[in-house]
């Protein structure tokens, strides 16, 4: 059974760091590109990161390019969002999310289905 | 690539037919294999977004029959064909076809 499981979320001021891990088990972890998507509290999807097999590249999205760092530790089949420079405007439920395909990436980004999703880890930036 | 969606909330008798539409801002069919990349996802309170259909028709394993999606180019459909009570939650489309991917605003769907 495919399960993957976000932790690391919490409240934090703005300006602030946070560093978010999502645990995976029941696929081959380094097979995949894997995603974080965001949902604000009561708004829609944003995707936020995504990092191909490997760590090979990285993509993200304009509103956190500069301050998130995605990345990998195959070795562990953990995915990380290393979150700096919060503003309130990062408060959201933050989701792992499991590409569907095998090879999903290119030399010009990754276009992921997303396969299955955690259960989602709730940052909160607030004074 | 913007993605709009109508309605934004759709109230429904159980066994009746639901019908959301999305429209992208351009074209997410890749002419190279005559694939829409377009897929839809159901999120019910409380619950992370399960992905139904990919490929604008090709419905995920285990997801009822019940469940279709059409449509190519621009415009696409997420068809359920008898409303059931476990239905009830906010659809997103989505666009895989160029980077940043993006969603849909969803689609809340009630049972009247």
């Known amino acids: 059974e495919v399960q993957l499981l976000e932790s690391g979320g919490g409240l934090v001021q703005p300006g602030g760091s946070l560093r978010l891990s999502c645990g995976v088990s029941?696929?081959?972890?380094?097979?995949?590109?894997m995603n974080w998507v965001r949902q604000a509290p009561g708004k829609g999807l944003e995707w936020v990161s995504v990092i191909s097999v490997s760590g090979g590249a990285t993509y993200y999205a304009d509103s956190v390019k500069g301050r998130f760092t995605i990345s990998r530790d195959d070795s562990k089949n953990t995915l990380y969002l290393q979150m700096n420079s919060l503003r309130a405007e990062d408060t959201a439920v933050y989701y792992c999310?499991?590409?569907?395909?095998?090879?999903?990436?290119?030399?010009?980004?990754?276009?992921?289905?997303?396969?299955?999703w955690g259960q989602g880890t709730l940052v909160t930036v607030s004074s | 690539i913007v993605m709009t969606q109508s309605p934004d909330s759709l109230a429904l008798s159980l066994g009746e037919r639901a019908t959301i539409n999305c429209k992208s801002s351009q074209s997410v069919l890749y002419s190279s294999n005559n694939k829409n990349y377009l897929a839809w996802y159901q999120q019910k309170p409380g619950q992370p977004p399960k992905l139904l259909i990919y490929?604008?028709?090709t419905r995920e394993s285990g997801v009822p029959d019940r469940f279709s999606g059409s449509g190519s180019g621009t415009d696409f459909t997420l068809t359920i064909s008898s409303l059931q009570a476990e239905d009830v939650a906010v659809y997103y489309c989505q666009q895989y076809y160029s980077n940043p991917i993006t969603f849909g605003q969803g689609t809340r769907l009630e049972i009247k």
């Open positions: 999310a499991k590409d569907q395909r095998v090879s999903s990436c290119n030399n010009a980004g990754c276009y992921s289905i997303f396969e299955y």
């Open positions: 029941g696929f081959t972890f380094s097979n995949y590109a």
């Open positions: 490929w604008a028709s």
